[in-house]
């Protein structure tokens, strides 16, 4: 895009809009803030009506504590995210690679297309009785491998959109040359597409690990909880109306949060480019 | 994405005849393999049970779905569910208020950071926050907010001399809670959409209009909203899907009451198949939101094609 220019001569609307920014960046950060503050509060000046504040590490120490589950279920979010982020950049690359230049029929590109579109639309939990018997079915309710799966599905539309994006963007006479040169298929696929189309697939990479540690549904009812569970069901297990332990609850959602908030420092382009076309998954 | 792949040129007639003489294209086929199985197992085949179910009582017995065939009972009986009514008035009231809010607030935020140069990377970076954090996160912490005992919203109005509030606890309060927090979660979107959309728009065009002596609020409403229109449209649409589903942020902080004062549609799926067991129902359930989402979606590409061939008219 060209750089634009910013209108002369406006100033006080220029005060506005900043106003308008600043109110915006201090409502979208206090109640983050409040969050990292009750997770660092001593557990008693929780609940104490005084605004005081008295530092400790206590919260976090509890979460970690060696019969905790929230280790184990790090480890699960963790593994969930590598094997379902992988599953699909690989599935989608192929997919959309082939779909792009491999001359096929419209009718199929479409129909394929159109499958992604509506597992875009539906909400996932309409489509959980049936899941529910495919699972039992399979053998895979409560199990890391059944939410590896269950992600890499619901994540696959927007990646294989996303990459075709890339793939079409590519002249096909590129292939064609590349194969005279006498490069087999999987080759040419290797070293000469997936290298152009490698800024799509970062971008959907961080979206898709993004999405897949956040996810909670699938975590919620294709698992028993404890030490099966992803940590946003973790999370989950700490809000009982009964009685809710505040502190323990900040703090794992400060663990929760603090990884993403980084990549979206480190990562901003490919989330943003993630976020506006495959805004449509959340 | 569509129109490119329309107008390419796909077939040049040397290519036809060399491609007699090819080997069977291996790669091509199983390259999509993969996603077709993916599709067919974990896609088709649940949506088949989940007709199949929808036409019958079923029974989980011994770990084995039994299943008994009962017509259309299942979708009779929606007719005279209230609290399935109630859900949809529930969901209808949320993705009105959400969506509204979110589109007005959305592009209010990309026409200010368009205006101040320094704040753009700024904007983009920290006012997205909210959208890439996980909704169980985002409930957590407002439940730190709006809880009655150790928010900070009721530390704050105690500290000015007012009542604390009971918020989630109350029918009225905990519907515009989960609003405001659904709001507060997803504006980011709309603004980085309508911001996309901003940037694109031509300088000169503006620069023209301001040089007429145009406000800027007049260039607001007559040039650059316009032209953000099929922007503004697409986010709409986004918009609204996320609002069908949305379930995290009910689930933990209001579990859909109190009573059914927040029961949404998916708050109530989940509670007729994984509380009262009922997985015919459930399914039929299923197939009539989605049929309603389909529905709407249609009538709205409609409306849009309609309204395009009108205004061509003019």
């Known amino acids: 895009m060209a750089s634009r220019h910013p209108s002369r001569g406006h100033a006080p609307g220029r005060w506005i809009a900043g106003a308008i920014l600043a109110g915006a960046g201090v409502v979208t950060v206090v109640p983050l803030i409040w969050m990292a503050i009750i997770a660092l509060q001593r557990p008693r000046a929780i609940v104490s009506p005084d605004w005081e504040f008295e530092f400790s590490w206590d919260n976090f120490a509890e979460i970690f504590a060696p019969d905790a589950v929230f280790g184990t279920q790090v480890v699960n979010s963790l593994v969930l995210v590598v094997a379902a982020t992988a599953l699909t950049l690989v599935v989608s690359s192929f997919a959309s690679y082939s779909l792009s230049q491999l001359r096929w029929s419209r009718r199929t590109v479409l129909a394929i297309l159109t499958v992604a579109g509506l597992l875009q639309v539906i909400p996932p939990m309409t489509l959980v009785p049936g899941l529910y018997v495919t699972l039992l079915n399979y053998e895979l309710v409560g199990t890391l491998g059944g939410l590896i799966l269950l992600n890499t599905v619901f994540n696959l539309p927007f990646a294989v959109i996303m990459t075709k994006f890339y793939f079409d963007t590519i002249p096909g006479e590129l292939r064609e040359s590349a194969s005279i040169d006498g490069a087999g298929e999987l080759r040419v696929f290797r070293a000469v597409m997936l290298p152009l189309a490698a800024p799509g697939i970062a971008a959907v990479a961080i979206f898709t690990a993004i999405q897949v540690w956040n996810e909670f549904l699938f975590g919620l009812v294709f698992t028993a909880g404890g030490t099966e569970a992803p940590i946003t069901v973790g999370i989950a297990a700490l809000i009982q109306p009964q009685e809710i332990k505040f502190g323990a609850m900040a703090a794992v959602g400060v663990v929760t949060a603090v990884p993403i908030i980084l990549m979206a420092i480190v990562a901003n382009r490919q989330i943003v480019a993630g976020l506006t076309r495959g805004a449509v998954k959340g | ?314």
């Open chain 2, 1 to 314: 994405m569509t129109t490119r792949l329309d107008t390419a040129p796909r077939t040049a007639p040397a290519v036809t005849t060399s491609t007699a003489r090819r080997p069977f294209p291996w790669f091509k086929y199983l390259s999509v393999a993969p996603l077709a199985a993916v599709f067919a197992g974990l896609v088709a085949y649940p949506v088949g049970l989940l007709v199949w179910m929808a036409f019958g009582r079923v029974r989980l017995v011994a770990g084995e779905f039994q299943w008994e065939s009962v017509g259309l009972d299942n979708f009779i009986r929606m007719l005279d569910d209230e609290t399935f009514v109630v859900s949809l008035r529930n969901s209808a009231v949320f993705i009105t208020a959400t969506v509204l809010l979110t589109l007005v607030l959305g592009i209010v935020l990309a026409l200010a950071t368009d205006r101040v140069v320094t704040a753009q990377r700024f904007a983009q970076n920290l006012i997205i926050w909210p959208a890439i954090v996980a909704p169980v996160v985002i409930s957590v912490v407002w439940l730190l907010i709006l809880s009655p005992q150790i928010g900070l919203l009721n530390r704050v109005l105690v500290s000015l001399g007012a009542d604390p509030q009971a918020w989630l606890g109350d029918n009225i309060g905990a519907m515009a809670s989960i609003i405001v927090v659904d709001v507060w979660h997803w504006t980011p979107i709309v603004f980085l959409f309508v911001y996309t959309a901003l940037r694109g728009i031509d300088t000169s065009v503006l620069e023209a209009a301001s040089v007429d002596g145009a406000s800027y609020l007049r260039q607001v409403r007559h040039i650059i909203l316009p032209l953000l229109t099929p922007a503004i449209a697409g986010a709409a649409a986004i918009r609204l899907i996320m609002g069908v589903k949305a379930f995290d942020e009910m689930y933990l902080l209001t579990f859909g009451g109190p009573g059914t004062a927040t029961t949404v549609i998916t708050i109530y799926l989940r509670s007729v198949f994984f509380d009262s067991f009922e997985y015919g129902y459930g399914a039929a359930l299923s197939i009539t939101v989605v049929a309603l989402v389909l529905a709407v979606l249609l009538l709205s590409f409609a409306v849009r094609s309609l309204i395009r061939r009108t205004s061509r008219g003019f």
